[in-house]
């Protein structure tokens, strides 16, 4: 299907859906959509570049032919590290036949590239180890969502959250990488103890293979004030953090999570809110650069619920802010544009 969006033509391609029910169907929605942007490609007038952004790293395999079929250079971006990131999240074991299958793959398009792009510090090295020579970083951009106390009011009127509660909002994947069982060990933890300075409540929407035994959970043994929403539009989404005081960035201990900064936090950055997070190294720098956390248990987690529970409503809007100006300052949308053109020119020869 061909949609113009903003000017921009988009060229939309069929593949195998509801990802979260099986590891298999996953696979399949990697295989089907390369194989199938790989045969419109294909057909599409000569470009100047072809741009492939990765994970899954089957997107790369697309990119790569397409590029071969008009005779263009091609530029790889790394959003994550396959197969290692594959491995950290329980998809892959190192030691698999298919994991040396894909790390060879991932190999030859790190060195086949013309370029390679970033989004974060941390992985410049890692993809260099994978073979790159010309790796640039350009980090995610945010937009800038302010504030809507309408929209504030109206959700948490919805949710029957009342206008005092501090909200802890968490939108995103629910699998087991996630380790979403420690935000709910955390909040059982402030529901069952003394009552907070004000009114603790978790939003959480969003999809994925833990979900149903999250929900499980919450169903055998409910926890007072946690609204479970399951997945929802983008919009609504922007919505949901309206409402809310914190954003929770949550992913168990893993190494290659600590070099990554996630497009999450760079919406909660966007819509003003600090946030929580339970990764060292660079989201554990950057919340605590705009005002946030770092928790590594639920201990730590239910402290710091509470502590932001026990800072005055005005104090919470002001850290909004200052999360909201470190990540302009050093996540704006101009400095990574024009960062991101001068690649793709160098790479096209222009």
Known sequence: ??????????????AVDDVHRSFRRRARNYVSFARN?????VRLPR??????????LSVATAGRWIARRHRRPWVLEVRDLWPESAAAVGLLREDSRAYRVLDRFARTYASSAAATIVPTPGLVDLVRGHGASDVTLVTGAIEDHPPDAAVRAR???ERGIPSDACVFAYVGAHGVVNGLDMLLDAAEQVADGPAPAAPVHVLMAGAGSAKAALDARLAERPINGVHVLGPIPKQDARE??????VGLHLLRPDPVFESALPTKVLEYLGCHLPFITTVPG???QVAEATGGDLATSADDLAGAMRRWAARPAEERRALGEQAFAYGDSTYGLAASVDVLEATLRRAAGR
Do not use: F, K, Q, Y
């Open 240 to 245: 949901l953090l309206a409402a809310a005081d």
């Open 47 to 56: 470009p100047d570049v072809v741009w492939a952004s990765s994970p899954p």
């Open 1 to 14: 299907m061909r949609e113009e969006i903003d000017g921009i033509v988009h060229h939309w391609v069929r």
């Open 155 to 157: 959700v948490r009127e």
């Open 37 to 41: 942007a790989t045969l419109r490609g």
């Open 282 to 284: 660079l989201p554990s």
